[in-house]
C-alpha cells in the first residue's frame, strides 16, 4: 500500500514551486500582508513567550489551528522527496504510536472543520473516511488500526499537514522527544535528538539556559491541559528558499552562506519564523509540538515599511552569540547595511501586524 498522492492540484490558489535546485518558491502579494513577522518591537531576545492557541484575526496564520496556505501542496511535494532520500527524518518509538493517532484525529477534525472545502472527515463508530482534495486522497480506514493505513497514523498525517511535527511523551516530570517529522528545520537533527529529554535536546541553546527560561518552560508545559493549546514563535535567517537546512544535508547548503552580496541579499536572504504550537493529546498524555516554517525574502518583507525599519533594528543590534547560534554572524553587517535602506529611523508602532 502506499499513500494515494496525486498532487496536481496546483488551482488559481496553491502554488506550484521548488524549495531547491531552481528555488522558485515566493509569496504571493497577500501571502507577504500574511506574513508572521514575529518582531513586536525594536529589539529581540529570548524569553517565554508564549500565549494561548486560539483563533485570531481573519485570515492571518493564526486564524485556524493548523494554518494552510498556497505553499501546501509545494511543501508536501518537497517532503515526501527528503523522506525519499531520508526515511530517518520520520521516527516513532514504539510507544509512540497512540500519540499519532491522537495527533491523526486533531489534525483530520481541525482540517475539516476549518477549510471544508478542501478535507472532510465522516465517521461511522471507527470507521472513518478522509478526503483531502489538493493532494488527491481519498482514505476509508479503522481508527485505532495501523493495518489500515498506507503508514503509521503519525507519519501518514504529517506527510499531509505543512510544517514539522514532534511528540513528547511524559515520564519522570520532563518530557522525551520519542517521535518526530522533522524535514524542514533549522539546523537539528531528529534522528541525534530522538529519546532526548526537555533540557537535553534545548542544550546547544546560548543564554537562555542562565535566564531560567527552560527551566520556566518546562513547568509551563507539564502542566498544559487538553484543549487549551498555546503557541509561541521562534525565528532565523535561511539562505535561499530551503525548507530542508538539517544538519545530515549541511554540506549543501551551509557554503551558501558565503554567496552573499548587496546584489543578491534581498532575494537570497530569507527570515525564517517558525509558529509553534504546543497540544496535550487526550489517550496518550503526550504533547505534540507543531513547528510550521514560513520564509519571507528581504525583498517581500520590507515592502512593508514598518517591517523594513524594525527588522533592520533587530538584526543590527542582536546579542553576537544569538547570532552565531543563528548562523548569521558572518553575514550581518552586509544584512545589516542591505537592510538600512528601508529604515528612515522613524519610530514603529507596537505589534507585529503590518500596518504603520
Ligand atoms: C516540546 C516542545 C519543544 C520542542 C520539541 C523543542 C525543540 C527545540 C529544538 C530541537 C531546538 C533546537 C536546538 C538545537 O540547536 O539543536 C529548540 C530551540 C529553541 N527552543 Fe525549543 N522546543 C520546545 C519547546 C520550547 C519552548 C516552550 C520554548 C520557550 C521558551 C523553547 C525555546 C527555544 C529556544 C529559545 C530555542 C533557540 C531557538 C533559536 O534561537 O533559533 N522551546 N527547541
Redesign the pocket.
Known amino acids: 500500500m502506499s499513500l494515494d498522492f496525486k498532487p496536481g492540484a496546483f488551482n488559481g490558489f496553491f502554488r506550484d514551486e521548488t524549495f531547491r535546485d531552481d528555488f522558485t518558491y515566493r509569496n504571493s502579494p497577500e501571502g507577504i500582508r500574511r506574513f508572521p513577522f514575529p518582531f513586536d518591537r525594536d529589539d529581540y531576545m529570548?524569553?517565554?513567550?508564549?500565549e494561548p492557541h486560539t483563533s485570531g484575526r481573519k485570515g492571518s496564520v493564526f486564524e485556524h489551528t493548523f494554518d494552510v496556505d498556497e505553499h501546501y501542496v509545494s511543501e508536501m511535494i518537497d517532503r515526501a522527496k527528503v523522506l525519499a532520500e531520508d526515511p530517518l527524518r520520520c521516527q516513532s518509538l514504539p510507544h509512540m504510536t497512540l500519540a499519532g493517532w491522537d495527533l491523526l484525529e486533531l489534525i483530520m477534525e481541525s482540517k475539516a472543520r476549518d477549510y471544508p472545502q478542501w478535507f472532510s472527515l465522516t465517521k461511522d463508530g471507527n470507521r472513518w473516511h478522509w478526503i483531502n482534495r489538493p493532494l488527491g486522497i481519498d482514505q476509508t480506514f479503522t481508527f485505532l488500526d495501523e493495518s489500515t493505513l498506507p503508514y503509521g497514523p503519525f507519519e501518514y498525517i504529517t506527510r499531509q499537514t505543512q510544517g514539522d511535527f514532534?511528540l513528547?511523551d511524559e515520564r519522570d516530570n520532563d518530557?522525551w522527544?520519542d517521535a518526530g517529522m522533522i524535514t524542514s528545520q533549522?539546523?537539528?537533527s531528529l534522528d541525534f535528538?530522538i529519546g532526548m529529554s526537555?533540557m537535553e535536546?534545548?542544550a546547544?541553546?546560548p543564554l537562555?539556559h542562565e535566564k531560567g527560561?527552560?527551566d520556566r518552560?518546562l513547568k509551563?508545559?507539564l502542566k498544559l491541559q487538553h484543549g487549551a493549546p498555546v503557541r509561541?514563535f521562534?525565528?532565523?535567517m535561511t539562505v535561499n528558499p530551503l525548507l530542508d537546512t538539517a544538519p545530515e544535508t549541511y554540506p549543501k547548503w551551509g557554503p551558501t552562506r558565503t554567496t552573499l552580496s548587496q546584489d543578491n541579499m534581498g532575494n537570497k536572504m530569507h527570515l525564517r519564523v517558525e509558529l509553534?504550537a504546543?497540544f496535550r493529546l487526550p489517550r496518550s498524555n503526550a504533547?505534540a509540538?507543531s513547528i510550521r516554517c514560513y520564509l519571507g525574502k528581504f525583498e517581500e518583507l520590507v515592502t512593508v515599511p514598518k517591517w523594513g525599519r524594525r527588522l533592520h533594528r533587530v538584526v543590527r543590534d542582536l546579542h553576537p552569540d544569538?547570532a552565531a547560534?543563528?548562523g548569521f554572524l558572518r553575514n550581518r553587517d552586509a544584512m545589516a547595511q542591505w537592510l538600512s535602506a528601508y529604515d528612515d529611523g522613524k519610530p514603529t508602532s507596537p505589534g507585529w501586524w503590518p500596518e504603520d
Open positions: 529570548y524569553s517565554v513567550n508564549m514532534s513528547q518530557l522527544m533549522a539546523d537539528w535528538d526537555f535536546w534545548h546547544p541553546v537562555a527560561i527552560f518552560a509551563f508545559l509561541r521562534n525565528w532565523t509553534q504546543l504533547v509540538f544569538l547560534y543563528k
